[in-house]
């Protein structure tokens, strides 16, 4: 059976060289002195800061030393409009993955 565009094509992606980025923007979220503590331990051991979070919510509420969803919404948003800047032709969108 003869080599097809299509099998000359896969087995020059092995070959190829792809260049690695890594982009801090995509690390997971911080919960900084509460890190790895569920809801009810919070509540144990901080109950003020419990309290806190209860007030701002869940969306905006911002541990010491850790991020709020908002903060990780924005910086998430801000790797994907610079992702969609240095596509090709500057014209991907997350709208078109849809």
């Not at 911080?30 to 007030?55: C, I, K, N, Q, T």
């Not at 903060?71 to 800047?85: C, K, T, Y």
């Amino acid at each position: 059976m003869g080599d097809t565009p299509l099998t000359n094509s896969a087995a020059d992606l092995g070959k190829a060289r792809l260049k690695v980025l890594v982009d801090e923007r995509l690390r997971d979220w911080e919960m900084g002195v509460f890190e790895l503590h569920p809801p009810a331990a919070l509540h144990a051991r901080s109950p003020e800061e419990a309290a806190r979070r209860e007030l701002l919510g869940e969306w905006c509420y911002r541990p010491p030393g850790g991020e709020a969803f908002t903060d990780v919404a924005l910086r998430v948003g801000q790797f994907v409009s610079d992702l969609g800047r240095a596509a090709p032709g500057g014209a991907w969108s997350w709208r078109t993955m849809a």
